[in-house]
């Protein structure tokens, strides 16, 4: 992650936290006073965002001192030390809940990242992310995904070649529509086509189609589609995989599966932050 | 919500999901092209973020033309209409994810509200939120708590004086923290005592605080600590309460349970857009 | 004062002041030049703003040292030296107006504040400010007003209920005002009713106001006003409180003496910056 | 005033004092309110910042009609409508203490520069500001003197050669400073000298500056100085004017007088917003 | 271009050229004076930035009317008319030069583009530009390339993987680095590498590059890469092209032609806006 | 250049190019690799822009090491080593586009702007530069004139009064304007006239304008125009000045010769980064 924009992402949130002032802590703790603490895992899980967490006090007050003892993408149990913490009291408390409101977010979606990557493994697909993140999180929400072992889609609408439904209806099917993109869109991008039935493969397989998305097939249709594209195309399943076996689906030998649940559906992980008394 | 500011959250996600341009379907769509659709529900829910979802597509073009047909607060069924839309069709499908986005997200935190506020009916207790929401977006969080029937707690740390452990620590004890804030805070905020236990609410009582929040209790314990504060302040049960049966809590004679899951856990409600075609 | 806060002031302030360069510095001293100098006070005073002084020149220049000799909240007298300073003279030149446009202006807030608490010294009562504060700055105007000794009334729109004339006439009346900010605004919050009349404070009283402003009242009604109250909430008085004898007014037993004058009716400090040659 | 530039400061004012939300309003008076009032003068002065005033409701709410009944640079009495307002409550109420609190510091502002510029009338002189305005805020600082008849000096430091005290001591003396700043400044822009002695009047004299400021010298000295000059440098007086006989100034034949306390030193003139009931 | 970035860019732009003010204009031309204008070539050319020109005077002031009589890619000659302009005089000429500053740099840009394109009419090729932009307004440049005729490379590091000479020696080698990028980018961008010898197009096309970029090579060593490559990925020309005959490369039988100098090396197209008297 | 203004752009640069995140590089390069490499001059030319690459680099990775070995304002010969840099891998090859766009540019304007200084060596008149830059980066653009041995103009419309053909038609003629101006502008700015004929140059002259611009007038014309003015003001060549033989056009004696082409027609200088193998 770049520090620029991390540095953005934090102030913003910042800014929201504290509005004027942290006026607990600015009128019960003297500023002269020093804490010690912890933050540490209530439940177990891959932890992401330890640079998000130590960011937020530096940015705060670089006085403060923080240690974090395990890295990005590992696995932590219940009882773990994720990092020590020691400044300021104020400072301390002032950056408390925006940080945990960071780690526990991403260290949740890297987590259920994670355990779909593991449901697939020993096949040949990989796990994909959507863009159905929260609004101004996204390059946080990528990278927990990859921080769980997924890879990540397309980034933006500007980012990749993706000609969905909608598309299809507007610019008078799939075959108008990736001969356009061809022309007019940068020779880097891949051209990907959502399909929703077996002609609908077959025009994108015409049409030239480097990706195909199949969107929101059952595993049987989606086995006899990887069956029919028969290595034309890379094969990515999607649509309501939060909710699907994984494992069947990766079974059917398609090269990518797209979960937006990932993204969309959040579980924060249990971190907490404790003072030593 | 105040237009400026749901302005800068939607400018922002469009930067975000647009980047330096929406390539499919400027590549793939003629300019010209009108398009016609419809946003439905694909599950039943409370709705939530209907301006904004309008908004988002005014912001983009003023040509497009989006007509709700529920409003904020309603309930709605599965293949319900949301909102009626037509207008040019990249302009349309340039807003699809950023709107969609945003109306999942807070329909789903409305939802889950609603089933809690549902779960205490007929309770002196109301259900409030937390700090816990996503970075940036806590403005929205709180509305769709609130369009869902939920109170919302102070909004930041500006916004209300919550003692909690770690200030105790700090401050060397509740009589001390209580006394400091009531000297050094606003006196336009009530101030509120995190306990632990019923020494500590005690203390909290003989400082006079306004608020007791009861920490991560069971219920036989809330249900005491209830009877000893007796009316002498407000009394709020927290910790872990998206895991507890709410009508238990609620029936201890609390006042408020306040519900970091509301918006720290969120699983968006399923709407989609259709083109017709 | 938080610093990412502070910063975005100053930048603003050295953004304004400087635009495209200091031609004048940038065009008759040469770069390497150094310079001594010292900040003084021309007139005695209480000096705020001393973080910021010192803010301003490592913004522009990291080499510049500025050493304060005095601190925020400290009297001074004619005469006294407040930092001194050293480095790149077109640095300091550069930073010269608008370090001394914070410090003047908010020495001169903290200093009138603290005539005000000089003079009710030993009554109950405190003196308070109002959002009657210079458009962007209203976090240093608050300060300041901390440094001179007095409180902070609610810092905004957001950070607690004021139930004034006009939301009066439009809620329809005192009682149903107050019901309502019990029923929708956050429970961390008091609410504050303004009142013109002693009807309206037997209205205020009877909806269970927590605090009532006695707006514009002389003397003795004041005092009557606070024995009608008699202890059911706190009294503040409010309204053209910069032209009046506050020692009257805070003897007649109010809580809170607020004074809108504090921050829209200031007087710089006389304080100048000079080189030593 | 630029729209652009107005917007920006009015947007920043309006998200200071809203913050997360006008909690007052929102909770105690329903939406479909409707209200009625007028901006009013308290005191009599010469108004400024009626297109601030008018701008704030339209960014806040655009169905809130605003009729300004008088203009920039007018004087108004005591009593007198400066504006009739109407439509939702909630809009005017969420933006009534903004509006204020920049109609009132400008008209302060305008109202101040006015009565000296009164002083002054039938003599050369004209009255001009510095830059000791508000941080953030020059730009109307500098408007209100011009709507009290005053005129605008450099508006920042790209804006003007002036050459001070301390350049001249790193520069190396006033000949050297202007003879740098004819090399390397643009030939656009005038080169002013601030003198202290009569010695450096020659020097500037010499050095061919094009305008010589009188830095707090007496009435006496002033008028020797404007003798010696004899017309062949625009003469500036100033220095401490906000506190001398402006009449006895001009009446030396200096050419501006430039005051700081026009801008440093401001009263907000008396003025507010009153619904009908 | 989307309005919202192309707001950002104009409002900036303004803000650069306005400061604190059109004093010129404010000074000499009365407010209520009425102006009415052109916009007309100079010099021939492919008009680019219609949109901009018209969306500056909105933004500064509504009441300005300006009617574009060519479209954005539209071929002008000498004395031709561009748009219609009238208003305000003194907001006509406080866009003035901002507006022209913009159409003439895009025009610049499409003109030399188009240069480009008629240069290889006729053969396989596409001319392309590159990230060599001017920081800050790489959308305008991009666009302005497109509407010369040409198509657009990767937008920036996120939209595109190409694997250039440093990065080769970072990596540890082409196979390495395609091997990574294959396993490590999102699956919907293609993987470009750039050689400079016949040995790095074999490890290219063995490591399954996408596009292999041929950096600055003579005609003669492009033509026989081009059959060396012989159909197993894209290939593109680049480096110096902006100094080469263009119809010599493209006869080669390259897909691709970038030029830096597109956008790096721009002459604006001569536009002017008169008065009519 | 002020460092917080040179940030502004380096880090909108910065996030233009690198967008959501640098996918080569992230992909290809292990995060501890180190490289080390060195800019140099492709071409020889002026320097200008060594700032702002070191600056770059510090704003992605503190860790990355830079040396300059030359100074802006520098000619440099083919084959010069501008800077050595090191440090990790990615970093360097994030910041090496945007780095280069800058100092290309800057050093391509520098350099221009040397080669007309050159060309009227030995006469009495100065070469300066227009508001005719790229919008975003006029900061920059002046530097970099100034950088060549040029000097600058006013720097936007609120840095001096230039009264072109457009505001005398507005204002009804040039003594009408001039009046104005002095009347209502700033007395620290100089009131410049854009002439094109000898009767306007005689209107000019007895309005008492300070600097009077040659519009578009052949040598000839010019050399008569000096001759007329007489030194009663100091003279400007304007107009096509980038295709005319400069040493002929200062021989008429004319003090300044601006020049719109040195900033609205750059050719970027040819510098490259290469890592050592």
Redesign the interface.
């Known amino acids: 992650?770049?520090?620029?924009?991390m540095d953005d992402?934090?102030?913003?949130?910042?800014?929201?936290?504290?509005?004027?002032?942290?006026?607990?802590?600015?009128?019960?703790?003297p500023p002269e006073?020093k804490?010690e603490?912890k933050f540490w895992a209530k439940e177990s899980g891959i932890i992401c965002g330890v640079d998000l967490l130590c960011r937020v006090f530096t940015?705060?007050?670089k006085r403060v001192v923080i240690t974090p003892l395990v890295k990005d993408r590992q696995l932590v149990q219940y009882g773990e030390t994720i990092a020590l913490i020691s400044g300021p009291?104020?400072s301390?408390?002032?950056g408390?809940?925006?940080s945990?409101?960071?780690i526990?977010?991403l260290s949740?979606i890297a987590s259920r990242t994670a355990v779909a990557v593991e449901a697939i493994k020993g096949t040949r697909a990989?796990i994909?992310d959507t863009?159905?993140?929260?609004?101004?999180?996204?390059?946080l929400d990528?990278y927990a995904v990859k921080c769980g072992g997924g890879?990540?889609?397309?980034?933006?609408?500007?980012?990749?070649?993706?000609?969905?439904?909608?598309?299809i209806?507007?610019?008078g099917g799939i075959g108008?529509?990736?001969a356009?993109?061809r022309?007019?869109?940068?020779?880097?991008?891949?051209i990907?086509v959502e399909v929703k039935s077996f002609s609908q493969i077959d025009e994108a397989l015409v049409a030239g189609a480097d990706?195909i998305m199949l969107d929101n097939m059952d595993i049987e249709t989606i086995a006899r589609a990887v069956k029919l594209i028969n290595g034309q195309a890379?094969v990515?399943a999607s649509g309501n995989m939060g909710n699907k076996n994984l494992k069947e689906v990766a079974d059917t030998g398609v090269?990518?599966i797209s979960i937006g649940a990932l993204t969309?559906?959040?579980?924060?992980m249990d971190i907490s932050?404790?003072?030593?008394?």
């Open positions: 992650m770049d520090k620029f924009i992402i934090i102030l913003n949130a910042l800014k929201e936290d504290i509005g004027s002032g942290d006026i607990t802590s600015s009128s019960t703790v006073t804490a603490g940015l705060i007050d009291a104020r301390i408390l002032k408390e809940r925006v945990l409101n960071f526990q977010r949740g990989t994909a863009r159905k993140t929260t609004p101004g999180l996204r390059v990528r890879s990540n889609h397309r980034f933006n609408l500007a980012g990749g070649i993706l000609i969905k439904d909608n598309h209806v507007a610019a108008n529509a990736v356009n993109a022309e007019h869109a940068p020779h880097t991008l891949k990907e990706i890379i990515e090269d990518i969309h559906t959040v579980r924060s932050l404790d003072f030593k008394s």
